[in-house]
Nanobody, 125 residues
Framework: QVQLRQSGGQSVQTGDSLRLFCTAP????????MGWFRQVPGKDREFVGA????????GLADSVKDRFSISRNRAENTGYLHMNNLQPEDTAVYYC??????????????????WGQGTLVTVSS
């Protein structure tokens, strides 16, 4: 069940930048953290990064940490995935998620309790 709302995905060229948005409609952010994942057809969902909604500290996957960042605007109840220098291998459906308990770390998709509907990012060479 989709409980978070996402936007921002589109087709871009190699080297472009893009910002994805995630919000919880009609409510304040409901959990401790916001995570971002991406998925390519036929592959497992891949952790991109996460942010502690209250404190603002983040963690990013090694594959994107030099190009991507995560932020949130608590007043607007919106989280963001900032993507720079996009490459064709970044093409995927990107999902945001919310969760509060992470005994195996932020990169554990099973720990998240709410998910967005996904938004497609296509990077062309």
């Amino acid at each position: 069940q989709v409980q978070l709302r996402q936007s921002g995905g589109q087709s871009v060229q190699t080297g472009d930048s893009l910002r994805l948005f995630c919000t919880a409609p009609g409510r304040t952010w409901p959990h401790y953290a916001m995570g971002w994942f991406r998925q390519v057809p036929g592959k497992d969902r891949e952790f991109v990064g996460a942010i502690n909604w209250g404190a603002g500290n983040t963690g990013l996957a090694d594959s994107v940490k030099d190009r991507f960042s995560i932020s949130r605007n608590r007043a607007e109840n919106t989280g963001y995935l900032h993507m720079n220098n996009l490459q064709p291998e970044d093409t995927a459906v990107y999902y945001c998620a919310a969760g509060s308990g992470f005994p195996r770390g932020w990169n554990d998709a099973d720990a998240y309790r709410m998910w967005g509907q996904g938004t497609l990012v296509t990077v062309s060479s």
